[in-house]
């Protein structure tokens, strides 16, 4: 959440206005589909949903209007081509890049290390995380869970680790069986190999640097 911005809904630089939204994550997943929106704005109270075009920093500098219980959230957004940065590939012989692998058709940094958009490569931490993952199916962190949302779709799942403030969410964890979401600020890494594990019925996502 945007701190200074309580109450207060920016009318500069506004992509669209989705109604009846029914949620934040929801919201969050709608804006999260636009490759141009960098901040959304939430009302809980008239559901609607805005994207914003532009970062806001100071509600002094621009134009907005009193709405009470409105909020507004950086999505923390980094620029991503068409192509995936890493390349595509048929066999991970394919992926020049150290720690990586070929999986569905895109060279990944592999589940022990994180992409980070600064380097093109992997790295095994990030100081800031942005809003894009690595899937990687059938995998689980075990005894590790900070957050569990549920009765959410995948990619709502995945806006809602980008937008969580208790913790730093390194990890979405989702399950299509259950519909169950869980967030962990751990990493693949930052658990014991005890805790680590191969279930069919879970996709953990990786969460990439932004740095």
Not at 24 to 30: G, I, N, Y
Not at 167 to 186: D, E, G, H, R, W
Not at 200 to 208: A, D, L, T, V
Request: with cysteine.
């Amino acid at each position: 959440m945007m701190h200074g911005f309580e109450n207060k809904r920016v009318t500069e630089h506004v992509m669209w206005v989705e109604e009846n939204t029914e949620s934040l994550l929801e919201c969050a997943a709608r804006c999260g589909q636009h490759d141009l929106a960098v901040t959304c704005g939430y009302n809980p109270n008239t559901l609607e949903c805005v994207a914003y075009s532009a970062r806001f920093t100071d509600p002094s500098t621009v134009a907005y209007v009193d709405n009470s219980k409105y909020r507004m959230y950086s999505l923390n957004l980094v620029t991503v081509t068409a192509e995936p940065p890493l390349g595509i590939c048929d066999t991970s012989d394919d992926c020049p890049v150290v720690d990586t692998e070929c999986m569905e058709g895109e060279c990944v940094c592999n589940i022990t290390q994180v992409f980070s958009y600064a380097v093109a490569g992997c790295v095994q931490g990030c100081s800031q995380y942005s809003k894009t993952f690595t899937k990687f199916a059938g995998r689980v962190i075990w005894e590790h869970d900070d957050l569990l949302l549920g009765t959410l779709t995948e990619d709502e799942c995945q806006a809602a680790c980008v937008i969580e403030t208790s913790i730093v969410c390194k990890t979405a964890q989702y399950s299509p069986v259950t519909s169950l979401c869980v967030l962990s600020s751990s990493g693949w890494l930052d658990v014991d190999v005890s805790d680590r594990a191969t279930r069919e019925s879970y996709n953990i996502h990786i969460r990439h640097c932004d740095f």
